[in-house]
């Protein structure tokens, strides 16, 4: 077999909303970028929404919307991609790293808490939200994370790349901080090819958010060419960015909004499937989940290879890609690539969590469309290099 690591499902409307946006002449961002952020908002249940070129431009309109600069301190865990940290850089503020839990691989209410202490004028928290699955955000039993933060005075940004549709006390996640970042790259649970989105329900933050998106103008580009009472004149009212999101892209995306749910218990039904024939391979542990399984959206499925694996992560990557089964790591933690490492001499061992989880992570295929004769090949093959061919069990 030839399984991919990831494969985009466009079986939905996407080419019918791409030929309309075609048909009309207007290229760049217009209605389909509008009605796209319109149907985000209300999926997620944020008040505002605005449609952005990547997740790492919301990421970064969002750290200068709140208000961070030069030499503001922001905690960020070191297990998670580089975007998360590099947009504080832009603004000469910098990232402090945390451990994550190991089992969830997500910051908990106790690590936040010890992070603060060590590093108590932090201006806000990059909150990740990994592989699809919320942390602990806020309980009547105990602090969570957002009672922490909102106590200490720190703005919360939510880095939601992996969580669409991810909900948290059956509650979206797009309604909880400041600020909260979804990605729409290829590999997402959906995608508009390139793009991200920014929901928050703090008025001011969506102002500042729409302005900086597109060069700090002060009205919406489209506006002024298709509103016929409208005046040519603008402003730029800040030195803003060049973020938006065309409307060939949020065409696609609003075909794939439509089948979000689907795509979601898709990806849930591949996890089920991998808890239920992996949950025995004793060098092995799998995600653990809190709450119920529909909250989680499933993006990524994380193995971790324990020390008694008997060969090695990059062995096992070679030998599933030698049997036609792609696979993945996320990630390789910050506090080991060279520019955070040298910067902020980071020392691997102020991340034992983190550190465990990387020696031995790697990603396998989910996503909607892989079949039972496909999953049933991945968990066979993970079986036979972890535990030998005499030991499959077939199920």
Known sequence: MNIPFSKVPLAGNEQAYIN?????????????AMNFEKQFAQFVGARFA?????????????????GISKDDKVLVPSLTFTASAE??????AHPVFTDVEYDTRLISPEILKNA????????A?????????????????????LDICRFRGIRVIEDAAHAFPTKYDNQYIGSFGDATCFSFYANKTITTGEGGMLVT?????????????LHGINRDIWSRFTDKSSSWEYDVVAPGFKYNMPDINAAVGLAQLEKASYFRSERQRCAEFYL?????????????????????SWHLFPLVLKPESPVTRNDFIS??????????????????????????SLDEHAFPNTEKIWKGTVSIPIYPGLDQQELTYICQTIKEILCGPADVKYT
């Not at 309309?20 to 290229?27: K, Y």
């Not at 949950?279 to 119920?292: A, K, Q, R, T, Y």
């Not at 890609?321 to 696979?327: F, L, Q, S, Y």
Request: proline fraction near 5%; charged fraction near 20%; charge should be neutral.
């Open 20 to 32: 309309e946006v075609l048909a009309s002449g207007w290229l760049t961002t217009s209605s389909k």
């Open 50 to 66: 605005c449609a952005v070129n990547s997740c790492t431009s919301a990421l970064h309109l969002a750290v200068e919307a709140i």
């Open 87 to 92: 947009v504080l850089r832009y603004i000469g």
């Open 116 to 123: 603060i202490f060590r590093n108590p004028h932090v201006r």
């Open 125 to 145: 928290i990059i909150l990740v939200h990994y592989g699809g699955l919320a942390p602990v955000m806020t309980t009547p039993e105990r602090e969570g994370i």
């Open 201 to 213: 329900n703090d008025e001011e933050i969506y102002n500042r958010v729409k302005i900086m998106r």
């Open 276 to 296: 239920r024939e992996l949950g025995d391979i004793p060098c092995l542990d799998l995600p653990v989940f809190n709450g119920s399984m529909e909250d989680h």
């Open 319 to 344: 030998q599933m890609a030698n049997k036609g089964v792609g696979t993945s790591v996320h990630y390789k933690p910050l506090h080991r690539m060279t520019y955070y490492k040298e910067t902020y």
